[in-house]
């Protein structure tokens, strides 16, 4: 089946603070976003790219990305939306016809290695419906109220970080945003989550430490090290 991926590239960075949206800031001297586009596609397992982009800016980070893609991959660049969500749904908007699976990826998971893409299009293509990447998490985690009172600590073996790329149907992940906007939900912050809220069983599958969102400074200065050590 066809395969679109679909990439979310249209938040502020504001907690990276450089001034610019974060998927265009560069790491190893390319942006964040055309890591990902090159890891995305170098899976093999892609026929199109949807990417949401920064406000504005859907016309230069179309030339930005274009070269990018392996010969025949279609290309569509889209103003993203104000939460994750939204730029998603626009997104969603303009897959082409023919594809029936999705996988949707934060620019800002830059380093996700392209084997981890195969690997989620193989669990939707072998009959889940949604597969997410996740790993074990190292910190104890609490939930906590509004003035600190921690509410429960939940089991941490039973915990999982999860990652992008997401995979689905396409049939249900469209459903799942939908079924989101009619409830009034715009600002989930991952797909897996709108898909469980339609009743739908998401797996998860082992992710990779490679797939860490860039988020905060010190984020930067792993991804640079990463890309260093990748050079050999
Ligand atoms: O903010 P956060 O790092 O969780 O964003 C995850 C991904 O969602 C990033 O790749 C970001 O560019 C994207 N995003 C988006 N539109 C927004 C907010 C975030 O495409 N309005």
Redesign the pocket.
Known sequence: AAVGLVI????LGERLGVGMP??LFAVGGESLLVHAVRAGTASGVVTSVVV?APMGQAASVHSMIERELPAGAALRVVD?????Q??VRAALAELPADVRVVLVH???RCLAPAALFADVAAAVAGGDDAVVPGLGVVDTLKEVGPLGEVIATPDRSRLRAVQTPQGFTREILERAHHEALRRGDNDV?DDAGLVERIGCPVRVIPGHAEAF?V?RPLDVELAEAVLTSRRG
Request: hydrophobic letters at 40%.
């Open positions: 979310p590239a249209a938040g974060k998927a949401a993203g939306g104000a939460t994750r939204a730029s934060d620019a800002a912050s969102k988020t």
